[in-house]
């Protein structure tokens, strides 16, 4: 085991403590003693977090799944028929899982452009005076609570929509009537209820987006404009999808404030229809339900808790892909 | 004897109250490169500024004083800054290239000027990577990401890019300072090909390279032109003290 030109191996020291008398193997100092313990907090408070994950999932698949044994997933799932209290009751919970879906589609298609630009225009437009009054209002936007967003739909945007459904329906024979408390109200609460999460996320990725890019697009000639559209905000896109689908899930969990504006009954979801959501099902429901009709609650729970877990899936594989 | 392409004169910004240019009186001559040296924060980037108003977009700003542009006042009233940027385009010192292919990268800026014939982009995008010598290694991945390219070939893209709407004259911002030497050296021999057909304004750390590739040198300090003139006698028989000490090394 030569090293060294002349084939000779020396050692500098023959204490194996080295010239500072420290030796590599010595006893683990105080520090070091402190850092291990601190990764096992840190290790410790992570493991709860996924046993915590863990054991929902769990729970809810264990209470959602007896209905679903009991019933047949065609029976639940894919029929429209929602009589839990009748004599010869019936489960199916589609109309349900279809309005949750077309209302929070629709409120993403309404709230999104508008969040987008509410943001465009405070990163890039805004005078200073005006942006110091934009923003504390849309944080407070934010905290207020849904029940909130509730009264004030029921206050405020029933009537309203009543009277449009008025004018719609002028004259119709068929039509139920559901003063306002219908999907449209209902998709109007939930647009303005995503826009905080979707306007300070994406904010805060337009103002990632690295200054020299702009001033690039600006040296070549182009306008503020052209260059908002064509280059800032295709350089946020990862932020602006993570915005987007954060909305999603708000919107797709929401329940106080549509049980409040969106009438209550089990319907085709059109815009003038009084209907029922998976959250507001279980909302307005679990106080007297007991046996299978309790358990296809749960199976809405659980329908719902799926939904969730399949937005942040696919938030997970967009900015994967987008980093790739 | 290369004409004059840009003159500016008793030209003054003020970021605020703080005073970046004083009394600038400088010429700079077509198709000829000039350099710009002087220590940080002596005003070298504001004044590469002030050629294609990009200080138009920092809030506070105030200039008196003239720059002309073929004897054009370029803050005059009316003046199109769209157009006036096209023919005085400018490379940052971080190569910045979009988030988008190489090739959408090159026909940005045609397009934002209303070009949208496809044919005409090809030829656009060929004839810009060609000059700005990156044509052989992007010709096969146009279509890729630009950002996956190395810091030395972002750099020669984005003056494709900048060439791509076919400017008179460019302005450089340390083009070179974050890259390594090799990818430094490609450049300046870039730089030295481009100067034949385009006014070539570089600011540089690096007086080692002012020398290599300028016809011209200017050395600011505190906001003010010292000295400037031709590059070989600037650097052999310099005119003023402050010039001496700090090509001699005795300034940050
Ligand atoms: N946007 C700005 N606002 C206020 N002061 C600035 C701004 N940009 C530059 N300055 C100041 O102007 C002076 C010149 O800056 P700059 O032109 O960037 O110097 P250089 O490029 O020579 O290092 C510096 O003192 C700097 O602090
Ligand atoms: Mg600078």
Redesign the pocket.
């Known amino acids: 085991m030569d090293i060294g030109i002349h084939g000779v191996r020396q050692t500098a020291h023959n204490t194996p403590q080295g010239r500072l008398g420290l030796s590599v193997t010595e006893k683990r100092s105080h520090t070091q003693r402190i850092e291990t313990a601190a990764e096992a907090i840190f290790t410790l408070c992570a493991c709860c977090m996924v046993f915590a994950v863990g054991s929902i999932t769990l729970y809810m698949i264990a209470n959602g799944i007896p209905a679903i044994y009991k019933l047949g997933a065609r029976e639940i799932l894919f029929s429209s028929v929602w009589k839990p209290t009748a004599a010869d009751p019936s489960f199916g919970i589609l109309y349900v899982i279809l309005t949750s879906v077309a209302g929070t589609v629709l409120a993403i298609f309404l709230g999104v452009p508008v969040a987008l630009l509410t943001a465009v225009f405070l990163t890039e437009a805004a005078p200073r005076p005006l942006a110091a009054v934009v923003r504390p209002a849309i944080e407070l936007l934010a905290g207020i609570p849904s029940v909130v967003y509730g009264l004030l739909g029921m206050l405020v945007l029933n009537p309203l929509v009543y009277r449009l459904e008025q004018w719609v329906f002028r004259g119709s024979q068929t039509h139920q009537f559901t003063g306002g408390a219908n999907l449209l109200s209902a998709v109007l609460v939930l647009a303005i209820m995503i826009l905080p999460t979707v306007i300070s996320v994406s904010e805060t990725a337009l103002r990632a987006v690295p200054e020299q890019l702009r001033a690039s697009s600006m040296a070549l000639g182009a306008s503020r404009i052209q260059t908002i559209f064509q280059i800032i905000l295709p350089a946020a896109r990862p932020g602006i999808v993570t915005a987007v689908v954060l909305g999603v899930g708000r919107a797709v969990g929401e329940a106080m404030a549509v049980n409040l504006v969106s009438g209550g009954c089990v319907n085709v979801p059109l815009p003038f229809c009084s209907v029922r959501f998976l959250t507001t099902a279980i909302v307005s429901e679990m106080g007297y339900a007991e046996g299978l009709h309790r358990q296809a609650l749960f199976t809405i729970g659980l329908v719902l808790f799926g939904f969730i877990m399949l937005v942040n899936i696919l938030l997970h594989k967009i900015l994967r892909e987008e980093k790739g | 004897m290369n004409c004059i392409k840009i003159e500016t004169t008793d030209l003054n910004l003020y970021?605020?109250n703080?005073h970046?240019l004083k009394a600038v009186t400088m010429d700079i001559r077509a198709d000829a490169v000039t350099a710009l040296i002087?220590p940080?924060?002596?005003?070298?980037?504001?004044?590469l500024k002030t050629i294609n108003r990009m200080n138009d977009l920092?809030q506070g700003v105030r200039i008196t004083g003239r720059v002309c542009l073929d004897g054009e006042e370029i803050y005059a009233p009316g003046v199109d800054v769209t157009t006036l940027r096209r023919r005085v385009g400018m490379v940052f010192q971080q190569p910045n290239p979009f988030p988008m292919s190489i090739y959408d990268n090159i026909a940005y800026g045609p397009r934002v000027h209303g070009e949208k014939n496809k044919n005409r982009l090809d030829e656009i995008v060929e004839r810009s990577l060609r000059r700005a010598a990156i044509w052989e290694e992007t010709k096969d991945r146009l279509k890729k990401p630009a950002p996956g390219l190395s810091g030395g070939q972002q750099q020669r893209l984005c003056i494709a890019r900048a060439l791509a709407v076919e400017p008179e004259v460019l302005l450089l911002?340390e083009p070179t300072s974050a890259l390594d030497p090799v990818s430094s050296l490609r450049i300046e021999e870039l730089l030295l090909q481009l100067k034949k057909s385009y006014t070539i304004v570089i600011?540089t750390h690096n007086m080692q390279q002012a020398v290599r590739i300028s016809d011209d040198t200017a050395f600011?300090l505190a906001?003010t032109v010292v000295e400037w003139g031709r590059t070989g006698q600037f650097f052999s028989r310099p005119r003023d003290r402050k010039t001496m000490d700090y090509i001699a090394g005795r300034y940050g």
């Open positions: 970021y605020g703080y970046a002087g940080s924060g002596c005003g070298k980037s504001t004044f920092i911002d600011v600011f906001g």
